[in-house]
């Protein structure tokens, strides 16, 4: 099929007047359908446009709009959502596209646009940029951090293994680890492993497998993986839902995705990381013959020790045996009946010095009994309390008039404090309170009526109704009755609703940042 021609302004048809007198007149939208059938006409389908994006907006309707711009020129560009949807990586001003898309005229406005079918980056891939994208965003996050990452088990009894029930990587695993392992038990949690949904599924049973390992005994370690195959078969691995659901996990996951040239997302987040399905089982679990060879290892060590443990111990019996007190038993008898005597002669010795020191001090008390009786103590015991007497006398003679003197001042003291008196006191004290705290009542009444009044009128002066009674206005969308605050939000086209003080009209904005076409 032959392309179809540009449009060229030339080869359009000037319509004759079919009345010289009287020109033909047309609608606004008469005109912009002319030019639209002039550009389906004249342009092709499907154009390729590149430049950077520029303007970029996502309303909550899902739809992107944006300008594609060169150092000299601008196009608008809109984006339905059912397109942005398949857009892998971010869209970001600045970025320099490739947008494939044809080119219609939006008629309620009067502009021409591309509706863009299909955008890739300029100079790289989608899937390479949006994986560059995820990989800077969580390394970020500090998901790639060797420190948060969790062992493996030594010996795992219990595996677990998320892939396709029906691919060669669950073949190759089970193989392997059957060969490897015997005993070990394998649980697998199906899931698709590409195209669309295949991510969510994954992740699903990523949690899943958490959820029930207390119920299935305990899962020690978990493969998450495929076979080999192309980038766009290999993505459901990239997605940001299976990286986050990978390392919430509390089971410590192997990632096995593709040959030993891919590297996936998951790969970096998981806890290890294998270059194939198979690698990922050997990665795991130990050989049998391996465990069996450490085994005996073990058990030769083990028996070397015990031996040299037992020659070590013949060899202190061998010691004890020839010590001298199993092979002369008698001699310590009789060294100790020896010792014996010897702590019999001195406790004697000691009980001979003991009664002497006894009967000196008995001596001593016999002639201080014979002094007591023959009455110097007791005129010693009279003068010392006679004296002690006198000295009495004179301290309570003193400490009486001191008494005396203190109990006059003390009544003194207490006549002037009588509770009549203090009675008297606290009611004047009182009245004065009484009085000081009605005028400091009537003051603050007074003042929180002038604050009051003075934010009554603060109040008036930012009423919108009072506002507009001053000759301004509210310009809201029709639609959605949303105030518009920024040129920024107006589209061409807007059917806008502009609030006066004595009611309300609508009318249909103009977009200044767009240029008209043919002006």
């Given at each position: 099929?032959?392309?179809?021609?540009?449009?060229?302004?030339?080869?359009?048809?000037?319509?004759?007047?079919s009345?010289?007198s009287a020109?033909?007149?047309?609608?606004v939208?008469q005109?912009?359908?002319l030019?639209?059938?002039?550009?389906?006409?004249?342009?092709?389908?499907?154009?390729?446009?590149?430049?950077e994006?520029a303007?970029?907006?996502?309303?909550?309707?899902?739809?992107?709009?944006?300008?594609l711009?060169?150092?000299?020129s601008?196009?608008?560009c809109?984006?339905?959502r059912?397109?942005?949807?398949?857009?892998?990586?971010e869209?970001?001003?600045?970025?320099?596209?490739?947008?494939?898309?044809?080119v219609?005229?939006?008629?309620?406005?009067?502009v021409?646009?591309?509706?863009?079918?299909?955008?890739?980056?300029?100079?790289?891939?989608?899937?390479?940029?949006?994986?560059?994208?995820?990989?800077e965003?969580?390394?970020?996050?500090?998901?790639?951090d060797?420190?948060?990452?969790?062992?493996?088990p030594?010996i795992?009894?219990?595996?677990?293994?998320?892939?396709?029930?029906?691919?060669?990587?669950?073949?190759?695993?089970?193989?392997?680890l059957r060969?490897?392992?015997?005993?070990?038990?394998?649980?697998?949690?199906?899931?698709?492993?590409?195209?669309?949904?295949?991510?969510?599924?994954?992740a699903?049973?990523?949690?899943?497998?958490?959820?029930?390992?207390a119920?299935?005994?305990?899962?020690?370690?978990?493969?998450?993986?495929?076979?080999?195959?192309?980038?766009?078969d290999?993505?459901?691995?990239?997605?940001?839902?299976?990286?986050r659901?990978?390392?919430?996990?509390?089971?410590?996951?192997?990632?096995?995705?593709?040959?030993?040239?891919?590297?996936?997302?998951s790969?970096?987040?998981?806890?290890?990381?294998?270059?194939?399905?198979?690698?990922?089982?050997?990665?795991?679990?130990?050989?049998?013959?391996?465990?069996?060879?450490?085994?005996?290892?073990?058990?030769?060590?083990?028996?070397?020790?015990?031996?040299?443990?037992?020659?070590?111990?013949h060899?202190?019996?061998?010691?004890?045996?020839?010590?001298?007190?199993?092979s002369?038993?008698?001699?310590l008898?009789q060294?100790?009946?020896q010792?014996?005597?010897?702590?019999?002669?001195r406790l004697?010795?000691?009980?001979?010095e003991?009664?002497?020191?006894?009967?000196?001090?008995?001596?001593?008390?016999?002639?201080?009994?014979?002094?007591?009786?023959?009455?110097?103590?007791?005129?010693?015991?009279?003068?010392?309390?006679?004296?002690?007497?006198?000295?009495?006398g004179?301290?309570?003679?003193?400490?009486?008039?001191r008494?005396?003197r203190?109990?006059?001042?003390?009544?003194?003291?207490l006549?002037?404090?009588?509770?009549?008196?203090?009675?008297?006191?606290?009611?004047?004290?009182l009245?004065?309170?009484?009085?000081?705290?009605q005028s400091a009542?009537?003051?603050i009444?007074?003042?929180?009526r002038?604050?009051?009044?003075?934010?009554?009128?603060?109040?008036?002066a930012?009423?919108?109704?009072n506002v507009?009674?001053?000759?301004?206005?509210?310009t809201?969308?029709?639609?959605?009755r949303?105030?518009?605050?920024s040129?920024?939000?107006?589209?061409?086209?807007?059917?806008?609703?502009?609030?006066?003080?004595?009611?309300?009209?609508?009318?249909?904005?103009?977009?200044?940042r767009?240029?008209?076409?043919?002006?």
């Amino acid at each position: 099929m032959p392309e179809r021609p540009l449009f060229d302004p030339a080869r359009v048809r000037p319509v004759p007047p079919s009345v010289p007198s009287a020109p033909v007149t047309y609608t606004v939208r008469q005109v912009n359908e002319l030019i639209r059938g002039a550009l389906i006409q004249y342009l092709p389908a499907a154009i390729h446009v590149v430049g950077e994006i520029a303007d970029l907006s996502r309303p909550s309707s899902g739809h992107v709009y944006f300008t594609l711009k060169d150092q000299t020129s601008e196009l608008p560009c809109v984006m339905w959502r059912s397109v942005a949807a398949k857009v892998r990586f971010e869209l970001k001003p600045g970025l320099e596209v490739i947008a494939t898309g044809k080119v219609d005229v939006y008629i309620p406005r009067g502009v021409y646009q591309l509706y863009v079918s299909r955008l890739e980056p300029r100079g790289i891939g989608a899937l390479e940029l949006a994986f560059r994208q995820l990989k800077e965003r969580l390394e970020r996050e500090g998901l790639f951090d060797p420190a948060r990452k969790k062992p493996l088990p030594r010996i795992p009894y219990r595996v677990a293994v998320v892939t396709s029930p029906t691919g060669a990587a669950i073949r190759d695993i089970v193989q392997t680890l059957r060969r490897r392992f015997p005993p070990l038990e394998i649980v697998l949690f199906p899931v698709r492993v590409q195209g669309e949904g295949a991510a969510e599924e994954i992740a699903a049973a990523i949690r899943l497998m958490n959820a029930v390992a207390a119920q299935l005994g305990g899962i020690d370690v978990a493969i998450v993986g495929r076979g080999g195959g192309s980038l766009e078969d290999l993505w459901a691995f990239n997605e940001e839902v299976v990286a986050r659901a990978i390392a919430e996990s509390r089971i410590p996951v192997v990632s096995a995705v593709g040959h030993e040239i891919d590297v996936s997302i998951s790969d970096l987040v998981a806890d290890a990381r294998a270059a194939t399905p198979t690698a990922a089982a050997q990665l795991i679990v130990p050989q049998a013959s391996d465990l069996l060879e450490w085994l005996s290892q073990s058990e030769q060590r083990a028996h070397r020790t015990l031996h040299h443990r037992l020659e070590l111990a013949h060899a202190r019996l061998s010691a004890l045996l020839a010590s001298e007190v199993l092979s002369r038993p008698l001699a310590l008898v009789q060294q100790r009946a020896q010792m014996f005597d010897e702590l019999q002669h001195r406790l004697r010795l000691s009980l001979v010095e003991r009664f002497r020191k006894v009967r000196q001090q008995l001596d001593r008390a016999e002639m201080a009994i014979l002094r007591f009786r023959s009455g110097v103590y007791f005129r010693r015991l009279s003068e010392r309390l006679a004296a002690q007497v006198a000295r009495l006398g004179r301290a309570l003679g003193q400490g009486a008039l001191r008494a005396e003197r203190a109990l006059a001042a003390r009544l003194a003291r207490l006549e002037r404090a009588s509770p009549q008196m203090r009675l008297i006191r606290l009611d004047e004290h009182l009245a004065q309170m009484c009085l000081r705290l009605q005028s400091a009542a009537r003051s603050i009444r007074s003042q929180c009526r002038r604050q009051l009044e003075a934010r009554l009128q603060a109040l008036a002066a930012y009423n919108p109704a009072n506002v507009l009674q001053r000759g301004y206005s509210i310009t809201r969308e029709a639609n959605s009755r949303r105030i518009l605050g920024s040129v920024e939000q107006v589209r061409e086209g807007l059917l806008i609703c502009t609030q006066l003080a004595d009611g309300e009209f609508q009318s249909v904005a103009r977009d200044p940042r767009q240029g008209r076409l043919f002006q």
